[in-house]
């Protein structure tokens, strides 16, 4: 079924958050993808980790027999996703502590998390996905 995908960062993630929170949902899966910026140059992330687990993820949302709404949210550079107190790290929505993070949301709540260690894993992001 067809993937929609938006694109934001830390400065206007809230406003396009809250587009995509109310964005007709009904059947539509929502899911967030915190990854690290993509060099232009290259068009590759400076995170081995998503550049492996990007394809996948997307694959597999492709895949569903369901529409599927993706927020991609870039955290930034190396140096600022490193600090300590980056938005997302602190946020109680996110908790982030790894890229790529891919979380399931409904309901005004995150009820799947894939963290950077498993993201690429094709069977977990399946389980994140309602059975057919």
């Known amino acids: 079924m067809p993937l929609k995908t938006t694109d934001t960062t830390v400065s206007d993630f809230e406003e396009v958050f809250e587009r995509f929170k109310s964005e007709n949902s009904q059947n ?6 915190f990854l ?3 060099d232009p140059s290259t068009s590759l992330s400076w995170c081995p980790d998503c550049n492996v687990a990007e394809p996948i993820i997307y694959e597999k949302l492709k895949a569903s027999e369901e529409d599927v709404v993706l927020l991609r949210a870039y955290v930034g550079d190396r140096p600022t ?7 997302w790290r602190i946020d ?3 908790r982030l502590r790894g890229v790529p993070t891919l979380i399931r949301w409904e309901n005004e709540a995150a009820i799947g998390r894939l963290e950077d260690h498993e993201a690429h894993i094709g069977n977990k992001i399946d389980a994140l996905l309602p059975s057919n």
Not at 81 to 87: A, E, V
């Open 28 to 33: 539509q899966l929502k899911f967030l993808l």
């Open 36 to 38: 690290a910026d993509k």
């Open 81 to 87: 996703w490193r600090n300590p107190s980056h938005p």
């Open 92 to 94: 109680p929505r996110f």
